[in-house]
């Protein structure tokens, strides 16, 4: 059972502790207690609003939570729930919970020690602050690695004798395998094994429950590409020339392309579906949502509506896909691969070789670049694997760049429909979103990205209604996936632009309209989402002021534009994607000291290039008050790390982190407490700072680090610690509720300007102001190199990436030549803006900083060419002939010949305005109020304060009882204002204790 200490400073600790259920009465003054002197007392409580999260739903949510088979959601027969209903309050009547709850912890700034000020603020990891790292610009600690050649990546793994792996493909987009004859390749010198689908016929899948995949193709090839054979021979030239040896026969079938038509019935579809095959359909998943009041958007003051066209996007990153594979003398798979996942990849090769996990290792090398197109399990590592069994030597396998498009896994080709509406007080009354994604030849995560393109949609803004529908389309080709700002993108865009055009409608500026619309912070989104911290308020303010937005927007001249955009995403996720009925830790770190007192720490997760090793070995160093460099972060094998569930959905950093500072704290408590027997001063009257431990109130009394270290290892020999992170239980009960949930959002809010030739239609973006929210900037060169690099990718997506089909379903620019990734010549000035909200549930506040930033520059660059041209474009990306086709279609409009004689939009303000201004003033005011006065969480990472995760919920907040009679001489102790405080939760109690 877990308990909190409280001695010697009694009162202090009361008032830290102010609300929780349990703590501990030590019986000394300074020195090490008896286990006689310690003392329970289970304080007894009437069941209050810091319970009912996990029970009846939480006093955020107003009540307005639902139960299976009510309003929220129709049940089967078979007991499933359907989509439904969800109803919160309209919008302006304080986000979701109008009705504010008192505070139930009372924070009290803690000076601990070290080399800064401590904070003022409200953080439970303010006591683990020790002014070492957290804050500071510090260099990626495995950038010299990267800066000198020495980094491990895919393609520079050598094994002793092995041998070169090279894939089949399929050269028609749609087609049943009649049959594969392998004689003359298994008869060329030099070929030592030959594999088919007949070798793979366990499917495998990133989720679990789309598993649609095999290594190899197994009775047909759904896209040119697909793999059908592979082939390991002794060289490169022996393996290409046995690619041409195969003799397959081919049944050709009538592919699809377009996605639209991918919605009608099919008579041979992609994937049969259903142990019986009955569905005849390409649709691999469809949703339906809707939250709040629909007859608030029956008669709108003011309306817009789009239709969007977006096109498929690829990653784009640096080395392409690679994979070694060796089986040892013990028989157990060695597998290097640059992995985002390498738990799933784990999870997968099991399946596929049907072999038990602990038989196999999967080595992580260094990542160059991912951005979600290496998360999934990948065929060509089953193949690789494969290869290696049969031969019974190490296996590479490297692709090209035109294999890398084909394999793809990149942003979803997308039809965006999106209606919004808002009444005579511009407060926005509705969003109606329609979404079909074109989904390629395999799931991958698309089951996700159906959700995601509505439900990342619901903030940041109060809205008095929300209702989407989606559909992922399975057609022939190459399978679209997870990328940064996963599902969040193309939806953010057609919002953003479409606030703009309404707030065009209405006479008033859209940067107000957004402000007077926004959610406060400690407040739900329409569809259920529990928003902890919010930025954006501050983020728009500062981008405003930054950019002189007042003197430019609908001001500068024809072909010169300014617009502004917004984003919110997820920082986590709230289930992971493989789960179980122990709700399995999200993340969970290991943790050793050396003698030397250097500190190593064991973590699954893949750090791709974002920084969450760094961000790792800060909080760390933080916590132990040690220099950076005495911190080693170890992640790149299953065999020594422990299972993280992925570096996806903006999570590494955020909860393994957040793990890591739960390990550090039992490391350091440990250190403190041999330094209690040491000096015989108390933990809680000891500062750990510069590898010393000395008494707060007289530094001069204290001992080194080492001497410490070393009598807390008297007992054991080692000092060990294990921390782990799961969120907290949260969401609705609606199908669908799981999909967007996280522990905390991120904000951001970014201007750019643009310039545009209306003649040529060439747009060059100049200058991008940044405003991102993550909480915490556990390190700001890490977050500021992510805003601008999420510029530098959304840049490319909104002006010139396209992955380009052919009439013939052909992908004609697979190479980096020919798609059109922005160099540094096109990028703008970018000026970055931390913003720091400091989240309850992040670590030491920090959320994320490597998806968020990436969606608000798309729509900010399209309302900053209207701006310029005033023509809506929704078309993208947005290539000159795309722009010059807007422009003749604006001009045979017109009056004009010439598009220099255009005119630019002006905004004349109508009454509104006015209001809109006085409303934002209003919930700024608020806003402030709240964050004074509200607890901003009844979780500290993942733990309901004061309860005891061990036991059942119920038990601990139905029941009162009391341990022990408290003893006269222990109440004494708590001094006058403790005394007082008791009497006063006795009265609250209703009776004695």
Known sequence: METFAVAPDINKSLNRYKGLLRFTVVKSNHQRPQATHIQTLILRAPKNPICLQATHGDYMSGGYRQQPGGAGGTTRKDGKRVAGKQAFPPPGSGGSRPKMAPRDLDYIPESVGGKEPQPAGSHIHDRARTGTSVGKEIPLVDSNAKVTGQAWYGDDVRLPNEVIGKILRSPHHYARIKSIDTSRVEALPGVLAVATGADSPHRFGVLPVTKDEHAMAVEKVRHVGDLVACVAAIDEATALEALNLFDVEWEVLEPVFDPKKGLEDADEPIHWRGKYHLAKTNVQKRVFQEFGDRSLVEKPHAESHGKWKMAGVHHGFTEPHAVVAHWDPNGRLQLYTPQQV?????????????VPMHQINVIRTFVGGGFGGKSDPFPHEMCAAILSRKSGRPVRITFDREEVYWINRGRHPSHIEVKMTADEDARISGFDIDALIDGGGFASFGHVTSYYNGVLATAPYELGSFHYTGARVWTNKPASGAMRGHGAVNT??????????????????????????????????????????????????????????????RQLPLGKGIGIGCGFFISGSGLPIHWD???????????????????????GAADIGQGSTTAVAQVVSEVLALPIEMIHVRSHESDTSPVDLGSYSSRVTFMNANAAIRAALEIREQILNAAWDILGYHPDNLVLNDRRIYYKHDPAIGVSYLKALHKAQEDKGALIASGAYRSPPMGGVHKGAAAGLAPAYSFSSYVAEVDVDVETGMIKCTNVWAAHDCGKALNPLAVKGQIIGSCHMGLGQVLSEKMVYGRTGHLQNPNLLEYKIPSVYEMPHVEPI???????????????????????????????????IGIRLRDLPLTPDVVFKGIEKALKASEFDDPTDLPSPRLTHSPLQAKLVARAQEHKVRDKARQRTEDTSPYVNGVLFGFDPNLPLEDQVEGWRTATEPDPEQLAELGLAGRAWLKKEQRQMGGEQ
């Open 342 to 354: 390498p738990h799933y990849t784990h999870r997968a090769l099991s399946t596929v070789l049907d």
């Open 492 to 553: 953010r865009c057609a919002v953003e632009v479409g606030l703009d055009e309404m707030a065009e409608t209405m006479q008033v500026d859209p940067i107000d309209l957004r402000l007077a619309n926004l959610l406060p912070p400690h407040s739900r989104t329409i569809s259920g989402f529990r928003i902890t911290s919010n930025g954006m308020r501050e983020a728009l303010e500062k981008v405003r002021e930054g950019s002189n937005w007042d003197e430019k927007f």
């Open 581 to 603: 009925p122990n709700r399995f830790p999200h993340a969970t770190v290991h943790m050793q000291v050396d003698m030397d007192g250097g500190v190593t720490v064991h973590t």
């Open 834 to 868: 931390i913003i720091e909200s400091c989240d309850p549930e992040g670590p030491f506040g920090a959320k994320e900083a490597g998806e968020g930033p990436l969606l608000p520059i798309l729509p900010a660059v399209v309302n900053a060419v209207y701006d310029a």
